[in-house]
């Protein structure tokens, strides 16, 4: 999610165009920095957290520098065409801490992360990138162990990495590993699978119970204990959509819910498909064990990072069938209609709360869990 | 240059291949490290320097984790087959410091070190996705400076940034900026350009003088003041390329001359073609300047960093006309012929001396200059 992506899914680029009008952006595009240097001089955590100051950078300062056209739409990867097949594209870089946690670590979630921003567009994945940025000093069994999860999650998520890179940075510039993966995938259908295809009606469903990836992490951070782990969610969508995409579900958009949390994706799609999103607190999972730790550490599970976690906009008609199909993979088993798109409150996200109220819901503020993935 | 690049590029996958074969790697691949600890129980500089410490990392840890078969070529990018087009994909990080230097900086060498890696697999770059890792603190302004500076490089270059991402990580952690950028080119030939294809008589032209990039970062780190400053060489060389691919030059491998120098480089060729690779050093043009200054900091510039500088192998029938098509382009102004390959000295690059003699050369061994790129 939260990428920069000033091409517009439902416009995209055909390599007859020239190239020469591709580019046809004048330069220099601006003269003094387009981001208020009085409110922020210097960047901030939260400049990363994707939530509001993070969008705020790339809609000022990255769209204008590479956005073609002003409709781009925010897409967790790029669509475009190439002469008999059309791929999409995507980037993450990751610098989660610690390493490892339960239920995964960096070397896993730089894998399936890039799958999902690749599944979120309804591409098949096929290859990814790898690029080490090492911190001088860094153990070689730690990497050895990053690598095998990378080599274990390539495999599960059936993605091949064909290429790759290292860097090392001195002791103190860096911190031990980032990982920065990028992925290609391929699109097999002719569905349009983006914000702007959302239709009022349409109802979101939901893959299963939320915030444990957040959890799991901060859980570790504060040296919480529970019970049993809070184990990450961190998997590869990639072969659940695919399930829906081969029994023909029309799926008009689908958003994992990373950085930012269930709330901050929703948003995101409000904002950029022009609708409103209703979403009911009762229908939301979430594992007690998640939630207490949520109420512990003052924070809100709609707000918490997901790693194996999407959302699905399909029609209502098809509402059924989706649930079956999702509930058949493991990954689905907790299939849930969470909401709907209205026709009113255009551009809101509104949260109908278990006492009966509407409450309007903004993108995440402030900073809640830095470096979560 | 350096990647892992576990697929053979003149075996492509095809997607009619079963995507399960592809990935019948079993799991685990090793039951320990692979990378002897008792030798580097820690990543050093070095690991990252383009030399022989990296080499080991790829190929006794990257290669058996992430390689599909034992053949693979290390090359500067991968290419693979798409249904209807056959496309090339690559990435790097880039840790440079100071982030601005003359010629260039951070976001102009991002842009053009990915650029030309797919230029050397003889693709047209077409796309690049672009990952930032941020400190917290950075001046908003440097930043600004950055995404301007990689706006132009890409307009220059006539690639587009379709996706992106944004991190940031906490102060002391980063050092200002990090950037990935992943590449997609196009190959609009049926020419197969790899290390496979050096053929013993091929000669070796290279595009213009050496070792400017990493003199000018050194000239600045060292605060070293010269009657001009020496100004990295930072450029994309797909249009060079273009230009000989266009013109029909039968290309047979080319290699852009970055971290490790012109030696490693041709180092790396000769082991992995198995053909013996000779340069004269008479014939390497390296300016007056920049001579001066390696003598001043005791290094070679055969193993000082490029970023605008790529060795071409051709048949011996090809020279005069590709010098001729290098030269009528502003970054082939400097075409000459440096070497030739041959029959004997399998897998060794040897340098004819100025006073006749002949000496092997090796890949980088230490670190000479960390944080180039």
Chains 1, 2 share one sequence.
Not at 23 to 37: G, R, T, Y
Not at 122 to 142: D, H, K, N, W
């Amino acid at each position: 999610m939260n990428k920069i992506n000033p091409v517009r899914v439902d416009s995209q680029i055909f390599l007859d165009e020239s190239i020469t009008n591709l580019m046809s952006n004048p330069i220099p595009f601006s003269s003094s920095c387009p981001v208020p240097l009085k409110d922020y001089p210097h960047i901030i955590s939260a400049h990363g957290s994707g939530g509001k100051l993070m969008h705020e950078l790339i809609e000022k300062m990255f769209v204008p520098a590479f956005g073609a056209t002003p409709e781009f739409e925010l897409h967790d990867s790029t669509v475009v065409n190439l002469p008999g097949s059309r791929i999409a594209f995507t980037t993450d870089s990751y610098v989660v801490r610690p390493l490892f946690f339960p239920g995964g670590d960096i070397g896993k979630l730089a894998v399936n992360g890039t799958v999902n921003d690749l599944a979120m567009s309804g591409a098949r994945p096929l290859f990814l990138s790898l690029g080490f940025i090492l911190e001088e000093g860094l153990l070689m069994e730690t990497l050895w162990r990053v690598v095998q999860s990378v080599r274990e999650a390539a495999h599960m998520a059936q993605v091949r990495i064909i290429t790759g890179d290292t860097k090392v940075v001195d002791k103190g510039k860096g911190d031990g590993i980032f990982i920065n993966t990028a992925g290609i995938g391929i699109i097999e259908h002719q569905r349009v699978i983006a914000p702007s295809a959302l239709q009022t009606g349409d109802v979101i469903i939901l893959n299963g119970d939320i915030a444990r990836h957040g959890m799991a992490i901060m859980a570790v951070r504060e040296g919480m204990e529970f019970e049993s782990a809070i184990e990450s969610d961190c998997a590869p969508l990639a072969g659940l959509v695919g399930c829906l995409l081969s029994e023909g579900i029309e799926i008009h958009c689908m958003r994992d819910l990373t950085r930012g949390g269930l709330a901050t994706s929703l948003k995101e799609l409000a904002v950029s498909s022009g609708k409103g999103v209703r979403i009911d607190e009762t229908l939301i999972p979430v594992r007690e064990d998640v939630a207490s730790a949520c109420e512990i550490l003052g924070l809100d599970p709609l707000y918490v990072a997901n790693e194996g976690r999407f959302v699905c906009f399909v029609p209502g008609s098809e509402e059924k069938k989706t649930i079956e199909i999702m509930r058949r993979h493991p990954l689905g088993l907790g299939a849930c209609v969470i909401g709907e798109v209205r026709g009113d409150t255009a551009g809101l996200l509104t949260l109908k709360k278990s006492i009966g109220s509407v409450r309007i819901l903004d993108m995440l503020a402030g900073d809640q869990l830095p470096r979560i993935c």
